[in-house]
């Protein structure tokens, strides 16, 4: 006899890094059939595949010390302060396990999903992404792929800015930009076939989405209705304000005009193997 699913309704997102997933994940926060944890990105499913180090007690402490810790009594809602410090106690318990995951959705009601966006997700092999599902009562994963030399050129811009090195933008010089870009820790998210491969080959039909954000972004509302449509929940009317608002912008810098190039060859095999999985690509990538 089968042991029981370890895990409820699990809705995973997995990315890909800078494709408009905190944007996405802003919006499905208000449906009321979704419950997010305190933290949109958990890594748990990393952390357990692949990188032990992603939920180390020192990363755990550092992240509770920054976003749950300061209080102001005249402006916080003590429900509120209440409510961060129950999580930020279960996410600093041991052992980082499957107890300890579901545990961070404990606060959850009537909500039929759990939701976990993490990009890292999208890295995760095959046989990990087989597991979870046979590890969930149902499972749910969505990919969100843009264009690759946009959101490349997003995710340099941003993890310059995060690591103190905005100043490299106008500085660098190709080879610079491309020795950067080519790191195993950027360049696996540009990586959209052999990601897309590694989850339909694990995944079961009804159990994976994938999108674009230049789609979803030409018609918010329809996009976010087609979600809800493979998630199986109701249609939530969401404020204009909620979809309109900009969200983990990276800072403003144009692209230089031969960034392209550095990786034109990449971008065009990545673009011939999403299309050999028979996806449509949206009119707006600028790659040819």
């Given at each position: 006899?089968?042991?029981?699913?370890?895990?409820?309704?699990?809705?995973?997102?997995?990315?890909?890094?800078?494709?408009?997933?905190?944007?996405?994940?802003?919006?499905?926060?208000k449906?009321?059939?979704?419950?997010?944890?305190?933290?949109?990105?958990?890594?748990?499913?990393?952390?357990?595949?692949?990188?032990?180090?992603?939920l180390?007690?020192?990363?755990?402490l550092?992240?509770v010390?920054?976003?749950?810790?300061?209080?102001?009594?005249?402006?916080?809602?003590?429900?509120?302060?209440?409510?961060?410090l129950?999580?930020?106690?279960?996410?600093?318990?041991?052992?980082?396990?499957?107890?300890?995951?579901?545990?961070?959705?404990?606060?959850?009601?009537?909500q039929?999903?759990?939701?976990?966006?993490?990009?890292?997700?999208?890295?995760?092999?095959?046989?990990?992404?087989?597991?979870?599902?046979?590890?969930?009562?149902?499972?749910?994963?969505?990919?969100?792929?843009?264009?690759?030399v946009?959101?490349?050129w997003?995710?340099?811009?941003?993890?310059?800015?995060?690591?103190?090195?905005?100043?490299?933008?106008?500085?660098?010089?190709?080879?610079?930009?491309?020795?950067?870009?080519r790191?195993?820790?950027?360049?696996?998210?540009?990586?959209?076939?052999?990601?897309?491969?590694?989850?339909?080959?694990?995944?079961?039909?009804?159990?994976?989405?994938?999108?674009?954000?230049?789609?979803?972004?030409?018609?918010?509302?329809?996009?976010?209705?087609?979600?809800?449509?493979?998630?199986?929940?109701?249609?939530?009317?969401?404020?204009?304000?909620?979809?309109?608002?900009?969200?983990?912008?990276?800072?403003?810098?144009?692209?230089?005009?031969?960034?392209?190039?550095?990786?034109?060859?990449?971008?065009r095999?990545?673009?011939?193997?999403?299309?050999?999985?028979?996806?449509?690509?949206?009119?707006?990538?600028s790659?040819?």
């Amino acid at each position: 006899m089968d042991a029981d699913p370890v895990f409820g309704h699990l809705f995973l997102s997995a990315g890909a890094m800078k494709a408009g997933t905190t944007w996405l994940y802003s919006v499905l926060d208000k449906h009321p059939s979704l419950f997010f944890s305190n933290e949109k990105e958990i890594h748990y499913f990393h952390y357990k595949y692949v990188d032990r180090s992603v939920l180390s007690d020192t990363r755990r402490l550092d992240n509770v010390k920054r976003r749950y810790l300061n209080i102001d009594p005249d402006r916080n809602f003590i429900g509120r302060v209440r409510n961060n410090l129950h999580w930020a106690a279960n996410y600093l318990d041991h052992p980082v396990d499957d107890f300890w995951y579901r545990n961070l959705f404990a606060l959850r009601r009537t909500q039929e999903y759990d939701c976990d966006f993490s990009n890292l997700y999208a890295l995760l092999p095959a046989d990990a992404w087989r597991k979870i599902q046979a590890d969930c009562t149902k499972l749910r994963v969505l990919y969100t792929l843009r264009d690759p030399v946009k959101r490349l050129w997003s995710h340099v811009r941003f993890h310059l800015q995060i690591t103190g090195q905005a100043e490299s933008l106008a500085q660098w010089r190709p080879a610079e930009f491309e020795k950067f870009a080519r790191q195993k820790f950027i360049w696996a998210n540009s990586e959209y076939g052999s990601c897309l491969r590694r989850m339909r080959g694990a995944l079961s039909d009804d159990a994976f989405k994938c999108i674009f954000f230049e789609d979803i972004h030409a018609d918010q509302r329809k996009g976010l209705s087609e979600i809800e449509q493979f998630l199986g929940v109701p249609n939530h009317r969401y404020p204009d304000e909620i979809l309109n608002k900009k969200v983990n912008a990276s800072v403003s810098h144009p692209m230089p005009d031969f960034f392209p190039e550095l990786f034109e060859a990449d971008f065009r095999r990545i673009r011939n193997e999403l299309e050999a999985e028979g996806l449509r690509i949206p009119q707006q990538w600028s790659v040819p």
